[in-house]
């Protein structure tokens, strides 16, 4: 079993910044590939980022692409969304969650979630 709790959340004007944190309890063979979605009102939840332990790879949804940065920290067992350039329509509940492989853009891929962390972009 692992625990991930999201952080970091919060409102923000339109171009500002936000840097989400996903604390996960242990690093596993479930942990090799940890992503962000995010889900607004009346959305279905949509693939954000992506990143592997095992070579460090990393994919973006074109939406976000040069303006949020994932990264994880596996000495803290931490993963992190850097969001800049903020836009209204970035507006959404944002999760972290993690797998051994699969589909990393397909959120039914992912085996452990966490509750979630508001974030709200003004304009």
């Known amino acids: 079993q692992v625990q991930l709790v999201e952080s970091g959340g919060g409102l923000v004007q339109a171009g500002g910044s936000l840097r989400l944190s996903c604390a996960f309890s242990r690093r596993t063979f479930t942990t090799n590939i940890m992503g962000w979605f995010r889900q607004a009102p009346g959305k279905e939840r949509e693939f954000v980022a992506a990143?592997?332990?095992?070579?460090?790879?990393?994919d973006y949804a074109d939406s976000v692409k040069g303006r949020f940065t994932i990264s994880r920290d596996n000495a803290e067992n931490t993963l992190h969304l850097q969001m800049d350039v903020l836009k209204p329509e970035d507006t959404a509940v944002y999760y972290c969650?993690?797998?051994?492989?699969?589909?990393?853009?397909?959120?039914?891929?992912?085996?452990?979630w966490g509750q979630g962390t508001q974030v709200t972009v003004s304009s």
């Open positions: 990143s592997t332990w095992i070579g460090r790879y990393t």
């Open positions: 969650a993690s797998m051994l492989s699969g589909d990393y853009r397909n959120p039914a891929s992912y085996t452990y």
